[in-house]
Structure formats: structure tokens, C-alpha cells
């Protein structure tokens, strides 16, 4: 089942169980999906459904830290929780060896011999790792092993 039938699954789900967190939370996600969809005026892949949900989770996540700097523990709570609800729609993160096995297969596919090719290295990747893993911690991993 694609992510998005998922998704309008899991709709139907929390409003049948009278959910509200978790219905707005699918809403939102729904709504950025279908926001991108009006823009583009094309239908959104299964890629593209991810990046979004990859984007609204790391979006939350500094709303999290900004919450919490300002005070504001029950913001950042609720902002927790919505996180919690679109982890369940992206796929299952990649453990650290996995992540490491991916990372050397990449520079041996590449050549990378040097920081100068950590895009080369970033564009085989990125697609492999695509809401499975933090990409800013994947760059510091493959900056350790260029350098």
C-alpha cells in the first residue's frame, strides 16, 4: 500500500476512534501532500510523498527546540507527539551499520577520493536513504570518512 492510501486509511481510522491529535496530524500531512500536488499539477510519487513527510518531521523538530528555548514545554510537546504520528508513515529507520555499509558502498561507487566529491557520494545516497535516516548526520559520517 502506498504511503498516501496509507495515509487516507489512517483518516478514516482516527475519525472513526474519535482521535483528534492524530486526525489533525494526518490532515496536515495530507494537506501539505495535496498542497504540492496543486502547485506542481502533477501527482506525487511515493519519493516525493516521503520527502514531504521527511520535511513536516524535521519542521517539528525545530519548532521543538524553539518552544523550548522560549518556554513553552506544552508546544513542544504537542509538536512531539505530531512527530510520533508521521514516524509511523515513513518507512523504517536504518540502523548505524546499515547506514555505514551505505555509506562506504557509495564512495567505492563513486571514486570519492576527497571532500571535493561528497556531492557524488550525497547523490548516490540520497535516494537509497530518503526518510530513512537524518541526512545532516549521513553528511557528517561521510565528511569523517572523506577528510
Request: hydrophobic content about 45%; aromatic content about 2%; cysteine-free.
Amino acid at each position: 500500500m502506498s504511503t498516501l492510501a496509507q495515509l487516507k486509511e489512517e483518516q478514516k481510522v482516527a475519525m472513526r476512534a474519535k482521535d483528534k491529535a492524530r486526525l489533525g496530524t494526518i490532515r496536515l500531512a495530507l494537506a501539505a501532500v495535496k498542497q504540492i500536488e496543486v502547485d506542481t499539477r502533477q501527482e506525487l510519487s511515493e519519493s516525493d510523498v516521503i520527502a514531504v513527510l521527511t520535511k513536516m518531521v524535521k519542521q517539528r523538530k525545530d519548532s521543538i527546540s524553539q518552544y523550548e528555548a522560549a518556554g513553552r514545554q506544552e508546544l513542544a510537546d504537542v509538536e512531539a507527539a505530531e512527530i510520533e504520528v508521521l514516524k509511523t508513515f515513513l518507512p523504517q529507520a536504518l540502523s548505524q551499520q546499515e547506514i555505514d555499509a551505505l555509506v562506504d558502498a557509495a564512495i567505492s561507487d563513486s571514486g570519492a577520493t576527497g571532500m571535493q566529491d561528497m556531492g557524488k557520494v550525497m547523490g548516490i545516497l540520497k535516494p537509497q536513504v530518503q526518510g530513512r535516516a537524518d541526512m545532516g548526520a549521513l553528511s557528517g559520517i561521510i565528511r569523517s570518512r572523506l577528510a
